[in-house]
């Protein structure tokens, strides 16, 4: 590790001990800016670095509900307001019970560099709790997520901080604290994405960071003269990105044989085709069943606690969680010829596994690039709000596409090394640069 770096993460690290996601993805972002920031006094003087990982603001707040059996439970709320140089803040909220502070740290960072490159103007945050909506009823969800935007409500606002959907977030939990919202503030506004279309959501938004995922993977293809067609991908995860990933992989022609959850991994060597997926779909959003029903129904096989990486793959779509591939999995991946990686999920590879494709040369396109699609439409559907229309799925995917190859163009810009593009380096220098001068532009703050 260079010495800048290192020093730079001895500071962090003191600061916030016992935050490790946060210092991991701080550690990547930092790792590739640090000689843009070594050339340009301008970010030194200010220092850009040093209040770049400082939220803005953090609130954590109790969150007590009732459950159907009459019990008092108490969870945890967050929502991290890390950067609103650019824009509103603007990130998912996360319903999980590993959820805490550091993990909302990462996410919340990683969301401004992102942000970033959507060419949308978004700040970056993120939320969320550490309440498990599994094996919850639909009463209890809703009684949690309006006792969790009780507290909520005060912070958010349109034009202030503007929450989505995130894992254990889907459209039942956006419904419920789009509600609230509105009994709480007498207001219909944008105050949330991911809303249904009929109440003011916009098309494509559910589909968007599997799309996208899957057209960031397109594009990187065509820099070395390839297409998806015809190729294999394995994708992990069961939940919004992955399901949305399979659909827009049949649509290019690729066969995807995996899907995951928690508890394990299907494999179909014949591919998840239309009629597979809508079980999925099924199954996961309807029924909230486990992903070995899908085995049981076809009668494949179920990797029972494995992650899909171990399994034959062109193009591999990790879509599930944070830190998912590691570095064995990354070997595993490159040894069995993988040659592509685009990242649905957010920080889903270690450093270690990302070592691993560089020094590979694969293509690797980070999360904070890749999935960029979801909040790229959830910016749109912002603007949506604010014009009080609603664009056609032809309008809105035309636009996702536009974005998603404009966030390889300057992934490529900032990323070149020879013949080969380190989306690691491109995304995170170009993502920086727009707040760091945005940020000058304001003053200290
Ligand atoms: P969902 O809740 O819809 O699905 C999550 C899926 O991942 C489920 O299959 C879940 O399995 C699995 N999963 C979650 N945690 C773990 C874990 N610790 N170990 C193994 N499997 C796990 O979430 P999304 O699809 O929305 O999110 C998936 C990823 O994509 C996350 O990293 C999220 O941050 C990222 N992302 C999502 C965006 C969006 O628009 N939704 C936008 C950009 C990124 P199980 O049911 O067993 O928990």
């Excluded at 959850?261 to 085709?273: E, L, N, Q, V």
């Excluded at 239309?274 to 029924?287: G, H, P, Q, S, Y």
């Excluded at 069995?336 to 070592?355: K, Q, R, Y």
């Amino acid at each position: 590790m260079p010495d800048k770096v290192q020093t730079f993460m001895d500071y962090v690290k003191a600061k916030d001990p016992g935050q490790p996601e946060f210092h991991q993805a701080v550690f990547e972002v930092v790792n590739s800016i640090m000689p843009v920031v070594e050339k340009n006094p301008k970010y030194q003087r200010a220092k850009i670095l040093e209040r770049i990982v400082e939220p803005e603001r953090v609130l954590m707040f109790r969150v007590p509900w009732v459950n159907d059996k009459g019990e008092v439970q108490v969870n945890r709320g967050f929502r991290i307001e890390m950067n609103s140089a650019i824009g509103p803040y603007k990130g998912g909220l996360r319903f999980h019970p590993s959820v805490n502070l550091s993990i909302l740290k990462f996410l919340a960072f990683e969301q401004v560099f992102k942000n970033s490159l959507t060419t949308l103007p978004m700040g970056g945050g993120k939320g969320g709790s550490d309440f498990d909506p599994k094996g919850k009823s639909d009463n209890e969800v809703m009684h949690f997520c309006q006792s969790f935007m009780n507290e909520l409500f005060r912070h958010i606002g349109a034009n202030t901080d503007v929450p989505a959907g995130d894992i254990g977030v889907g459209g039942r939990e956006i419904g419920f604290l789009f509600g609230q919202y509105k009994k709480l503030r007498n207001e219909f506004t944008g105050v949330l994405t991911g809303k249904a279309p009929k109440w003011g959501g916009s098309l494509i938004r559910p589909e968007a960071t599997g799309y996208g995922a899957v057209y960031f993977a397109d594009e990187m293809m065509k820099t070395r003269k390839q297409s998806l067609n015809g190729k294999t991908a394995t994708v992990s995860g069961s939940g919004n990105v992955a399901q949305y990933t399979v659909e827009k992989c049949l649509d290019l022609g690729c066969k995807v044989v995996t899907l995951s959850d928690s508890a394990g991994t299907i494999y179909d060597p014949k591919g998840i085709d239309r009629e597979k997926l809508a079980f999925v779909m099924e199954l996961k959003n309807v029924k909230r069943g486990r992903i070995k029903e899908y085995a049981d129904k076809y009668g494949c096989q179920f990797l029972a606690g494995k992650r899909p990486w171990a399994v034959k793959c062109d193009v591999a779509f990790p879509s599930a969680t944070q830190n998912e591939v590691d570095v064995n999995d990354a070997k595993e991946l490159v040894k069995n010829g993988c040659i592509c990686v685009s990242e649905g999920a957010n920080m889903p590879s270690t450093p270690e596994a990302i070592e691993v494709y560089l020094n590979a040369k694969i293509m690797y396109g980070l999360g904070k690039a890749a999935n960029a699609g979801g909040v790229s439409v959830s910016g749109l559907e912002m603007s949506q709000n604010s014009l009080h229309l609603s664009w056609t799925r032809e309008e809105v995917d035309k636009r996702l596409q536009g974005i998603m190859k404009a966030i390889h163009e300057q992934c490529v810009e900032h990323g070149k090394e020879g013949s080969f593009i380190n989306y690691v380096k491109g995304a995170n220098i170009a993502g920086f640069i727009k707040v760091a001068d945005s940020m000058l532009d304001q003053g200290v703050v």
